[in-house]
């Protein structure tokens, strides 16, 4: 576990170190410190979008995993809230996909 966190020291030592000699070329060429910055701050709302959906997406595997885990109680509570039940329909066919061994034919 030491070896993997000297790794990642390391390999961040080496990306600060060219994100450095980028930034010296860039000035060295002539760039305007606008441009610089601009480009500083679009690394960083990209940085923003990629926190923010990685915790989109685990709020979403939570979510499903919660009505998962819940199984049919939670699925006919949540029909339930909105007038879905199991039954006979007004057109009188049968609606019995909450029962049954899951196979989808009644």
Same mark, same amino acid.
């Given at each position: 576990?030491?070896?993997?966190? %000297?790794?990642?020291?390391?390999?961040?030592?080496?990306?600060?170190?060219?994100?450095?000699?980028?930034?010296?070329? %860039?000035?060295?060429?002539?760039?305007?410190?606008?441009?610089?910055?601009?480009?500083?701050?679009?690394? #960083?709302?990209?940085?923003?979008? +990629?926190?923010? @959906?990685?915790?989109?997406?685990?709020?979403?595997? +939570?979510?499903?995993?919660?009505?998962?885990?819940?199984? *049919?109680?939670?699925?006919?509570?949540?029909?339930?809230?909105? @007038?879905? #039940?199991?039954?006979?329909?007004?057109?009188?066919?049968?609606?019995?996909?909450?029962? @049954?061994?899951?196979?989808? *034919?009644?």
């Amino acid at each position: 576990m030491q070896a993997a966190g %000297a790794s990642l020291d390391r390999q961040g030592d080496l990306l600060r170190g060219a994100r450095r000699g980028v930034l010296d070329m %860039a000035r060295s060429l002539g760039v305007s410190q606008g441009v610089i910055r601009w480009v500083d701050q679009r690394a #960083t709302v990209d940085r923003v979008i +990629l926190v923010l @959906g990685g915790i989109l997406v685990v709020l979403l595997v +939570l979510v499903l995993w919660y009505f998962r885990r819940g199984g *049919d109680a939670a699925v006919q509570g949540a029909l339930g809230a909105v @007038g879905v #039940t199991s039954g006979e329909s007004e057109a009188g066919d049968k609606l019995d996909f909450m029962s @049954g061994d899951g196979d989808g *034919d009644g």
